[in-house]
């Protein structure tokens, strides 16, 4: 990945000026049920300056996604934390962190503006439910406007880098929730956190039907599709289509033999994903936080969902587990980043190829 030179900071007057320009709306929050804090400064704030001290992580309870991972303390208190998906890649080859300070289709550095990291000087600190085991630092070399060239640490847990979003503003604001994101390098989703593995914080996954043009630009294609981008304001409940893992030819050759293992029946198993490491970087698994739901169109019988080697919950569709693909993230008007499309069917990759789901398989 080419590092290309930091723009200018604050173009447009800072957060709330650049967020209405940027994506052409006022931010709205969504605000669920949170503890007492002391959140003294919206959660959209940038970062402007290397931290004074420790950094403290918290639990804290919503609606829609259960306890969720929040800033534990200072003045962002109560501010809704982040993992990425795509961050697994530093770890698994030391590849820079999918959201850093390279210019973006934004014009806006990812890891100061768009989605702050939460930065630490010393060990963080574990709040109320949260798990030490589980916190941890990564080292940070790409904020070099904020310590003249030197390091900084970024707070993690379960290994993953937390960040908070630019469009919340009040304490366990979610907008920033299963956000099938573009923008990062490479894309990724970005979760809230479950405080007690670490793993993604999802929510009931929602399976419907989505026609959306093959490859962008060719013929349109009604598939099963997940819904995403829950609470994102700019775009919200998008649909992004779904995939099994086969050996076969996909749909259209017929040959949908499971690549992933079988391993019993019931819809907590069915089959063991056999997409990890680097593939679940480029195919994230469709994950819920319990039995997914079924929209029009989709056969609630038919939904399921197996445990995962890390705990999280992965989604099944008549026992094959399912997956994203992360060419198909993009976001509509009015921000235009990508285009809607169906960019993974029939994709052969070294774990075997990815189909599409046709209505009423």
Known sequence: MTMLCRPLRRPYGGRAAAAALTLGLVAVSLVFSAPASAQSKPCSDDVTSAPAGPATVSAASTTSYGTVLVVGSGDYAGCS????????????????????????????????????????????????????????????????????????????????????????????????????????????????????RGTPATGRAQL??????????????????????????????????????SRGRGHKGGDLRSHDRHHGSGHRSGHESACLGLCAVYWPPLLTSDRPVAGPGVDQHALGFIVRPDGSHQVTYHGRPLYLFYKDAYIGPPVGVGTQGIYGAGAHTLWGVFNTIPPLL
Not at 222 to 229: E, G, Q, S
Request: with cysteine; charged share 15%.
């Open 208 to 245: 419907q039907l989505e026609t959306a043009p093959i490859g962008g630009t060719g013929p349109d294609a009604t598939v099963l599709a997940a819904r995403m981008n829950n609470d994102f304001s700019a775009f919200p409940d998008a649909s992004f289509p779904v995939y099994t893992l």
């Open 81 to 196: 934390l982040y993992l990425l998906t795509s961050d697994q890649l530093h770890a698994l080859n030391g590849a820079p962190f999918a959201c850093s300070d390279n210019l973006n289709a934004l014009k806006m550095p990812c890891d100061s503006d768009l989605w702050p990291a939460l930065l630490t000087k010393g060990a963080p600190i574990a709040g109320p439910g949260v798990n030490p085991r589980l916190l941890g630092m990564v080292t940070r070399t790409d904020f070099d406007f904020l310590t003249g060239g030197s390091s900084v640490k970024q707070v993690t847990y379960a290994g993953y880098p937390l960040y908070r979003f630019f469009l919340d503003q009040a304490a366990v604001d979610t907008q920033g929730a299963n956000l099938d994101d573009p923008v990062t390098s490479p894309p990724g989703i970005w979760y809230l956190v479950d405080p007690r």
